[in-house]
């Protein structure tokens, strides 16, 4: 993963752990909601999380096209 030469692509890899996160942080939302409980999670810890989340979709989507766009392949196929 840490190589130059990978088919992993990083971004994408950080983008899904962020929103696992998110996932299970509405998960036990959920739990604790259903326990009668109230979960208290910082506004400015899960906001950070969807900030990484877009961007790094978004950034190695971006990526992505432009890769197919300098070896002449269409993105579609």
């Known amino acids: 993963m840490f190589n130059d030469s990978n088919s992993i692509n990083e971004k994408a890899v950080?983008?899904?752990a962020?929103?696992?996160m998110?996932?299970?942080f509405a998960l036990a939302d959920i739990i604790t909601g259903a326990m009668g409980k109230d979960?208290?999670?910082n506004d400015f810890i899960?906001?950070?999380f969807k900030w990484l989340t877009i961007a790094c979709f978004g950034i190695a989507s971006v990526d992505k096209f432009i890769n197919k766009k300098d070896t002449g392949e269409t993105p579609e196929g």
Do not use: K, Q, T, W
Request: with cysteine; proline share 0%; hydrophobic share 60%.
């Open 22 to 24: 998110m996932c299970l």
């Open 18 to 20: 962020s929103f696992l």
């Open 14 to 16: 950080i983008g899904f």
């Open 39 to 41: 979960l208290v999670i």
């Open 46 to 48: 899960y906001d950070s």
